[in-house]
């Protein structure tokens, strides 16, 4: 039907998200890459066309090209319609994808560090015992610089390794899961501070915007609220109309150097 569609009409985008989409159900994931990047040309701004697009290039593990369609997408989904579920379901999608491609690089990095600190480690012990074969014995003092390098070694590799490691402050999720660090074996607890959460769904802030009163929510929530319970801020409990929310910048940008230090707050 929309392949028909397209022959009478070929400057429509729609038909081709339209299309995309039945090929995206059917998981022929390079036509959607194809008619997704076609609707682009002809309409720069149409959200499922960079939506799906960057769907397709992250079914080919392309993740820095499939995260810039779907950063794209979010951009324009905010603009034209803030409340509508494909910003939610867009953003779902990025925050997997990104956690993914943090993860990867991440697992890259540590056997890294893990290698780098054998070799290290092998080169100290190689060097104590030098001085012990030289001097015929191994003296007290001789051990214990070497006990002393050993720790300023594994502290200098804990501090490398800190980017890939969950943060210790604002406790406030209390998900586990395994994270490499130079201790595999090693269970940590994922945290993040509380100001960049929102205080009605206690999640990682996606889109803040902040009331008159000086709080600051999740736009889907706080509209939410507005629409179905009543005009009034949650907290304070002032009366509060949607266009009294004002976006906060200094906390999305908090939250956007947040997330680029710990990868790891993108898994929800």
Not at 171 to 178: A, Q, Y
Request: charged content about 30%; overall charge negative.
């Amino acid at each position: 039907m929309y392949t028909e569609a397209i022959t009478l009409c070929p400057y429509v985008p729609e038909y081709y998200t339209n299309r995309a989409l039945c090929f995206r159900k059917r998981n022929v994931w390079k036509r959607v890459e194809e008619d997704c990047t076609r609707a682009i040309e002809l309409d720069h701004k149409s959200v499922k066309a960079h939506y799906m697009l960057g769907l397709a290039l992250l079914e080919r593990e392309e993740y820095a090209g499939g995260i810039q369609k779907l950063e794209k997408a979010l951009d324009f989904g905010r603009v034209g319609d803030p409340e509508g579920y494909m910003v939610e379901e867009i953003w779902q999608r990025l925050a997997k994808a990104k956690y993914t491609q943090w993860e990867e690089e991440s697992n890259k990095r540590v056997w890294r560090l893990q290698e780098l600190k054998k070799t290290c480690e092998k080169a100290l012990k190689q060097h104590h015992f030098l001085e012990a074969s030289q001097t015929g014995s191994i003296s007290e003092e001789a051990a214990d610089a070497h006990a002393e390098r050993m720790k300023q070694l594994d502290q200098v590799f804990e501090i490398a390794a800190e980017s890939d490691t969950p943060t210790e402050i604002g406790f406030k999720w209390g998900l586990r899961i395994k994270q490499p660090t130079t201790n595999p074996s090693n269970w940590l607890v994922l945290q993040v501070p509380d100001y960049l959460c929102c205080k009605i769904t206690l999640d990682i802030f996606r889109d803040p915007v902040i009331s008159p009163s000086g709080v600051t929510y999740e736009r889907a929530m706080i509209v939410d609220h507005l629409n179905k319970v009543g005009k009034f801020d949650p907290f304070t409990r002032e009366p509060l109309e949607l266009d009294q929310l004002v976006p906060n910048l200094a906390i999305k940008e908090a939250l956007q150097a947040f997330l680029n230090e710990h990868g790891w707050a993108y898994r929800t």
